[in-house]
């Protein structure tokens, strides 16, 4: 982990999200052209914030931020230090909660301004050297800011939810009931901001007949998930979707394996999105988090990609967990730097899906079996609505 954070805050009544300000930290680590240190960070109160200002600087009052190089007193430059790291970076929660107020900033605005503020005084920058230092710190404060802002989300996480599910329970009887339809319904009076739908060649489970009515009815968003097979491509251009994601799709498989090879078969991929653009429908791109796929979606002209969650759902334990959370978490970031929206989906659950509602790169989330699986007990509307709380609830840490 490039950015270690000890968190001593006591936390009453402020919660700080430290993952989103380790994520931070590390990406300021890359912007700087320093990926390769590490940066230890400690979060304290004012209490201990005055007493390590008064320590080292003969100040007794509390500061909002304290930078502690590691090359400190020795030769300065970085090429001298013998291990990688930067320093230190003690912030006051207190103090920037106070001046998150001041400013009318939110909390995390004002930690990312301290955090950028911090960091550069480790890399040599000081503002108290002279009037040009201080021009020359405020200029790279605002670069970094913009480049860590540029591509967050400023509304809460989507839920988009597929209701192939209840399709399949219907094509289990060959009856009409029960109706994706209404299913659809159902979920957006719930809240859902979105209904997914995955049009099988084999026509397995969503039918031609949901397509028109679920095209007439759907009041939020309607996204088909498709392969990008020819047939269903004259279907979807008709139908015209508020978006179309391109999945592989393989006859004999239970649901999607993995995402869409777009670097095997980018000329083929670029002619569907064309092709859709043409009829104004805007594409995503269900990928593994991989950034040369990600590139690649990117290059084509997608204007989503939505990241298989598959592998962090069905992790085995919790360090492989961790390991496919930090995969999505950098493909996020790195597909929101290229400019490409992010959604994410396949495997979410009730107990899976708050860390990756968290990531502020991701705008929406699709999902479909846990929530049918849920309502069979509960009913769609609780079902729904039990799911949107979970993802509420991360959008609120701060
Ligand atoms: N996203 C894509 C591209 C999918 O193929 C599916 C499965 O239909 C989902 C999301 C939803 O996955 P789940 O049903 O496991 O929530």
Redesign the pocket.
């Known amino acids: 982990m490039p950015t270690d954070l000890t968190n001593q805050y006591p936390a009453a009544g402020v919660a700080v999200d430290v993952r989103r300000l380790i994520r931070l930290a590390d990406r300021l680590l890359t912007e700087c052209g320093v990926a390769d240190h590490t940066v230890s960070m400690l979060l304290v109160d004012d209490r201990e914030m005055t007493r390590l200002n008064n320590h080292y600087r003969g100040k007794n009052k509390p500061t909002n931020v304290l930078s502690f190089p590691f090359a400190e007193g020795a030769d300065e430059s970085l090429a001298s230090i013998p291990v990688k790291e930067l320093g230190d970076i003690v912030i006051s929660v207190d103090t920037a909660l106070r001046e998150s107020i001041e400013f009318g900033q939110t909390l995390f605005e004002r930690l990312t301004w301290l955090t950028i503020h911090g960091m550069l005084h480790l890399l040599g920058h000081d503002h108290e050297r002279s009037a040009a230092d201080e021009q020359a710190m405020l200029v790279k404060e605002q670069e970094l800011l913009d480049k860590v802002k540029n591509h967050r989300r400023t509304t809460m996480t989507k839920l988009a939810i597929?209701v192939?599910?209840v399709a399949t329970i219907r094509q289990a009887r060959g009856i009409a009931d029960p109706d994706p339809v209404a299913a659809a319904a159902i979920c957006e009076m719930a809240g859902a901001s979105g209904i997914?739908i995955?049009l099988r060649e084999d026509r397995r489970h969503i039918q031609d007949r949901d397509l028109q009515l679920l095209r007439q009815t759907i009041k939020t968003k309607l996204n088909l998930?498709m392969g990008a097979n020819k047939d269903i491509i004259t279907v979807a251009l008709d139908l015209k979707p508020d978006l179309v994601?391109l999945?592989p799709e393989k006859r004999e498989e239970l649901?999607?394996e993995g995402g869409l090879d777009v670097l095997a078969q980018k000329k083929k991929i670029a002619k569907v999105i064309e092709k859709m653009a043409r009829e104004s429908i805007p594409v995503s791109i269900?990928a593994d988090p991989d950034p040369a796929q990600l590139a690649a979606a990117n290059e084509i002209g997608a204007t989503f990609v939505?990241l298989h969650t598959g592998k962090y759902c069905d992790a085995k334990n919790e360090s492989e967990r961790n390991h496919e959370f930090m995969l999505l978490s950098s493909a996020a970031e790195e597909a929101a730097r290229m400019g490409l929206r992010v959604c994410a989906?396949?495997?979410?659950n009730y107990y899976n899906t708050a860390p990756i509602a968290e990531l502020d790169t991701v705008e929406e989330l699709?999902?479909?079996?846990?929530i049918i699986a849920r309502a069979v007990f509960v009913g769609l509307d609780r079902a729904v609505r039990d799911m949107l709380a979970i993802i509420r609830q991360a959008d609120m840490t701060i």
């Open positions: 597929n192939d599910h997914v995955h998930e994601t999945v649901t999607t269900f939505e989906g396949h495997g979410l699709s999902i479909g079996h846990a």
